[in-house]
């Protein structure tokens, strides 16, 4: 089956297959180079753990100036080569005990040839494969045996330009079996999801600004919230679910959240509107999931406060994510089955925890993934959960679908699900903007019309229901919740031409 995505990022319409083939495409300002913190980068031993998933990343290698680390919105995205090469990038890996290992990539750039050494050892040339796929996959580079103790590890590649790699993937085969076992086991596929054609999408947090003058305090905005107006809305245009963010950018909560307490205070409200919020949907009839950022530094907002507290900045990020696991399971438990699902941001700094460039040899590869979705499904194991990836290739089997950012999906799915490709096994979402960015958070601006006709807005979301997907639409809102007068009347034609009465 061939899928193709039909994209819109920051208002740029582009059609590439389901791996963004297109690198020609317009980068968003939210991914905008940003500064690469200065004197961070060593190449130390990585420590590679025989019972998981290691992601050896492209930026805590010795690249020799072969590469330029796409230093983007305050984390590494991948390595751009510079020229056709050949290039290399070479690892120091510290083993347990001896051992064979699958190897893969995550790359993009067709034609381009990939071989490694292992302490000097070269891989078989018969099992060498020029990268076939447009834009960004996990591609199979064969089995490699680690001895216990330090390993050098080498990868090169030919025929380079427009070669862009994130890491290689080093996982024993039994083990690799065994998760993708375990992750399957937890997998969920609800009729619901599958049969929604949209949802509305809400970046409404303490950043939201009025249409004129100051942002009000995080208490007093969240009790001025008119939920009872915003019900209403979400219910007259047809929606059937609402993703909402419960953070962004920053890490403010609008509910009595006691793990966020205990780690930084004032950053909770008394009234709790996120339970308010899921019984009102509950009794529309409409389904809730959150969108979660757990406070990273990007291009839009830094929140220095939360991420020292939290173990942000430090390279070790155990303790952030154990902190996040407490805030998530808490939220989890707390809202039961009127939760049902939830949407992380920033994948890439979940797959390399060492995307601000820290030293390598301190703490952990990668996030531990099966602990955060289990801790995402508590209170409710039938939760939907997506980890989002941009347009690089699904970072983990441990979720349930496609986030899909700035992405319409379209082609022929298996009921609604990738059933190849880089997100292959995951039900196909899309989410993009409506109007002109995620959130209003910009001062003293009203928000503008919106970016789609009826008729392109209608074949879309027909689209999206022959092929059961949805797809969610994001408005920006105004700090007491209201939003675009325009936006709704055009939400409400969608519902007459889609909606069967």
Not at 197 to 205: C, D, V
Not at 210 to 216: A, D, V
Not at 426 to 433: D, S
Request: net charge negative; with cysteine; glycine share 10%.
């Amino acid at each position: 089956m061939h899928l193709r995505i039909i994209g819109f990022v920051a208002g740029l319409f582009f059609a590439v297959s389901c791996s963004f083939a297109d690198e020609s495409i317009k980068i968003p300002a939210d991914y905008a180079p940003s500064e690469s913190p200065s004197g961070q980068q060593t190449y130390a031993n990585l420590p590679i753990n025989p019972a998981g998933i290691n992601v050896v990343s492209g930026n805590l290698g010795n690249d020799g100036s072969h590469f330029r680390n796409e230093f983007r919105n305050h984390m590494n995205l991948w390595m751009t080569a510079k020229g056709p090469g050949p290039h290399s990038i070479e690892w120091k890996l510290q083993v347990p005990e001896d051992g064979d290992y699958e190897v893969s990539a995550l790359v993009s750039g067709k034609g381009a040839r990939l071989a490694w050494t292992c302490n000097g050892e070269k891989q078989d040339s018969a099992a060498l494969n020029a990268i076939m796929s447009q834009g960004w996959d996990r591609v199979n580079l064969g089995t490699l045996r680690l001895k216990a103790g330090e390993n050098s590890l080498r990868l090169m590649v030919e025929n380079a330009n427009g070669f862009k790699f994130d890491a290689l993937e080093l996982v024993q085969p039994v083990v690799k079996a065994d998760l993708l076992k375990e992750a399957l086991a937890m997998r969920q596929k609800p009729d619901w999801f599958k049969n929604a054609g949209y949802g509305l999408m809400f970046q409404w947090t303490n950043r939201a600004t009025p249409p004129k003058g100051s942002i009000k305090p995080w208490e007093e905005k969240v009790n001025d919230f008119d939920l009872e107006g915003f019900v209403d809305m979400v219910e007259e245009t047809g929606a059937a679910y609402v993703l909402w963010s419960i953070t962004w950018g920053q890490q403010y909560i609008s509910a009595p959240i006691q793990s966020l307490d205990a780690i930084i205070a004032g950053r909770t409200t008394k009234r709790d509107l996120l339970g308010e919020m899921a019984d009102a949907l509950q009794a529309r009839g409409i389904k809730l999931i959150f969108y979660y950022h757990y406070g990273y530094d990007c291009n839009h907002s830094i929140d220095a406060d939360w991420m020292k507290a939290s173990g942000g900045y430090e390279a070790d990020k155990t303790e952030l994510y154990q902190n996040w696991m407490s805030i998530v399971s808490e939220i989890g438990d707390r809202y039961g089955e009127k939760l049902h699902g939830w949407w992380f941001d920033g994948g890439q700094r979940y797959y390399n925890c060492h995307f601000d460039n820290t030293p390598g040899d301190q703490g952990i590869l990668s996030a531990p993934f099966k602990e955060l979705t289990q801790a995402a499904k508590k209170g409710n194991p039938e939760r939907v959960v997506a980890y989002n990836s941009w347009v690089k290739p699904r970072l983990t089997e441990y979720q349930d679908y496609y986030a899909g950012e700035g992405a319409h999906v379209s082609g022929s799915l298996d009921e609604g699900t990738f059933p190849s490709g880089p997100q292959q096994g995951l039900l196909a979402h899309g989410c993009f903007i409506f109007e002109k960015r995620w959130g209003h958070i910009e001062p003293d601006t009203i928000i503008t019309k919106p970016k789609f006709t009826l008729p392109k807005l209608t074949a879309m979301i027909k689209n999206a229901q022959k092929e059961q997907f949805p797809l969610s639409i994001n408005l920006e809102m105004y700090e007491d919740g209201s939003v675009s007068p325009d936006s709704v009347a055009l939400l409400k034609q969608l519902k007459d031409a889609v909606r069967r009465p």
